[in-house]
């Protein structure tokens, strides 16, 4: 079993439609969570970070962490072209062997104008 | 532009050589990771490092090695290059290991094409 799990889709939705992105994790160690945007062979670009559980938003984005569920999701309004990307989750501990970021797959995302 | 600067941007070398890939993190980060994405493949952790100390070492081919400098900055070096080593290789930087600066930025990656 993978460490992280995430739908790698396909995902497709309208312009202007409400998307969510999530990942389950089945180590409790995991502390700090980040959801980063990579177009195509492009470098992962940092789009939320939390620590712990809560929700944090950013603009048009939304980050939920559920540590007692061991899920976390990313919500992401008014949902635009530009948006078309691949979502990858990441997650680390804050204990020695468990600092490295620990990525899901990735969720491939298209947005249809 | 995330502040990780990634050379070079391309290479194309033949089976059997050696490269190396550099790294220089943001300014004031100490902590740097090094990636692999082969085409469409999730990002493979290679290995990590703090201050100039290995932290965490992945699934790193022993034909692999990797140090970070006095300086702070960070090579990757792969010897005899297989066709299966062509991928994306990607390094990213953090303030420290854990933390709450522990959130990492990455570079534009290395694309590795052995023929």
């Known amino acids: 079993q993978k460490e992280v799990e995430q739908d790698p889709g396909p995902l497709s939705v309208p312009e202007g439609a409400i998307v969510s992105l999530n990942c389950t994790y089945s180590?409790?160690?995991?502390?700090?969570f980040m959801w980063y945007r990579q177009y195509s062979r492009k470098g992962p670009e940092l789009l939320m970070y939390t620590y712990s559980s809560g929700n944090k938003e950013d603009g048009r984005f939304t980050a939920q962490v559920d540590k007692s569920s061991k899920y976390i999701s990313l919500f992401i309004r008014d949902s635009q072209p530009s948006d078309s990307a691949t979502y990858l989750c990441?997650?680390?501990?804050?204990?020695?062997?468990?600092?490295?970021?620990?990525f899901g797959t990735g969720t491939r995302l298209t947005i249809i104008p | 532009d995330s502040g990780v600067t990634q050379t070079p941007k391309h290479l194309i070398t033949a089976t059997g050589q050696r490269v190396t890939l550099r790294c220089s993190p943001r300014?004031?980060?100490?902590?740097v990771y090094w990636y692999q994405q082969s085409l469409d493949q999730g990002l493979q952790f290679l290995i990590q490092y703090y201050n100039g100390e290995e932290r965490a070492k992945g699934n790193i081919l022993e034909r692999f090695s990797a140090q970070q400098f006095p300086d702070l900055h960070s090579e990757l070096n792969l010897s005899s290059l297989e066709l299966g080593d062509s991928a994306l290789y990607f390094c990213?930087?953090?303030?420290?290991?854990?933390?709450?600066?522990?959130?990492?930025?990455f570079g534009q990656g290395t694309r590795l094409t052995v023929v």
């Open positions: 990213a930087s953090s303030v420290g290991p854990s933390g709450l600066r522990a959130e990492a930025f």
């Open positions: 990441a997650m680390k501990g804050s204990n020695f062997g468990n600092e490295k970021l620990t």
């Open positions: 180590n409790s160690a995991f502390q700090y």
């Open positions: 300014s004031g980060d100490l902590s």
